[in-house]
């Protein structure tokens, strides 16, 4: 994320500790219907034993979706498309699982499952 996309952020950070928001990491939604299908809080891994949840988890509730962490490993290296090593998951709603990992192709299998399970395509 550069400078400019942190603007907002850095700003709000001003206002005083009685004013506070988090930015959202991720909502994964259907290009059809445009409801929401998973909120995501994103990190690079760095081998964390955990990541705080609390607010996506209420997001997610709110949403009536499923939220997960989503911790992933990056080769700086590699181009942009190929740059994902591989992933750790951790579901937060609607119940919460242990980290488990993931390849990049079994992520990238998981990600259009969640999206060919919109509510609006089964309706069909
Ligand atoms: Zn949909």
Redesign the pocket.
Known sequence: MNSRDMAYSKWHRHLGDDITMLDIDAVE???????P?AVMELANDVDQKSKPFTLTLKVAHGCNVPGFVVLYTVDEEKPVEDCMVGFRIMKIYPEISGYNHVTVDQYKKWLKVL?DN????RSK
Do not use: E, M
């Open positions: 939604f259907c290009n059809k219907c445009w409801s299908l999206h919109c509510p609006c395509l």
